[in-house]
């Protein structure tokens, strides 16, 4: 197919496998997320905008930071996300969150928040210090932004796992072709300065394994190529044949075990900043 060919804005699309592989990310990313957002300054009691909802993951991570008498509006511009977060908040019995659809960019809303965060939301704006300017207006004077983004730069295996190490090559190509930002991890410094905040407080972590202990790793990045190949059959990145989607989580479980291979997953960056 012609690389040419109109894509979507979003390369990972709103699917329902899509839906349950955020759902699994969540898991294993969610503590990440808690350590970056408690000490970038979220606490009991404040009122929390969540840019890029979801399913909502972030959005439960940030109402159970802010307690009872905090309260949490989760925003996205992707009606199904947002049905699968309602449901989810109604099962939870969940009060102190609720979510809205729309571009939260250009929303206004009844006040302003304590602070406003995201994962994962800015490698998919076409400017994203632009996007970064106009949330933080939606913070009160000495409110903060804080925002988790990954870098496809981290990925690694040592020694070797040839697998794993192409899948990684695959879908940094993937998006760079798509135009969608790889190593927004490492650009929120430059995104947060541009964006007129002050420099942010950077904190990296990374999920890895090695061997046998490394299926989370491999789940991850299986989930995604399940979810990217057929952006990568488009831009004639990979085939299907060369993915082989039935066999490629055991393939890459096989020769981490085989090499006593180490695979270190995206690096996972927070920033933070106080307007």
């Known amino acids: 197919m012609n690389p040419e060919t109109k894509a979507p804005a979003y390369v990972l699309g709103h699917s329902n496998r899509e839906i349950e592989r955020l759902k699994l990310q969540a898991r294993l990313i969610g503590p990440i997320t808690r350590r970056f957002f408690s000490e970038a300054g979220v606490v009991p009691g404040m009122r929390v905008l969540d840019v890029g909802s979801g399913p909502g993951d972030v959005a439960f991570l940030a109402a159970d930071l802010v307690g009872a008498k905090g309260h949490v509006v989760g925003v996205d511009r992707a009606p199904t996300a947002l049905e699968v977060a309602r449901a989810r908040a109604k099962e939870q019995s969940r009060q102190n969150v609720e979510f809205r659809d729309g571009d939260p960019a250009e929303m206004k809303f009844e006040a302003p928040f304590d602070v406003v965060l995201g994962r994962y ?57 798509h135009g969608t930002e790889s190593r927004m991890g490492m650009k929120l410094h430059s995104t947060f300065v541009g964006a007129g905040l002050t420099a942010p407080t950077l904190r990296l972590e990374a999920l890895a394994g090695g061997g046998a202990s490394s299926s989370d790793v491999v789940q991850l990045m299986t989930d995604l190529m399940v979810i990217l190949l057929p952006e990568m059959e488009r831009l004639g990145v990979a085939t299907a044949a060369e993915v082989d989607l039935e066999t490629l989580g055991a393939r890459m479980q096989a020769e981490a075990i085989a090499n006593s291979s180490v695979l270190v997953g995206h690096y996972q960056i927070g920033a933070w900043a106080r307007v």
């Open 121 to 177: 939301v800015l490698p998919f704006q076409k400017d994203p210090a632009a996007m970064l300017r106009k949330l933080a207006r939606h913070a009160r004077p000495g409110g903060v932004v804080v925002f988790h983004e990954i870098d496809w730069g981290g990925l690694s295996s040592y020694p070797a796992a040839p697998t794993y190490d192409r899948c990684c090559k695959w879908g940094a190509e993937t998006l760079r072709l």
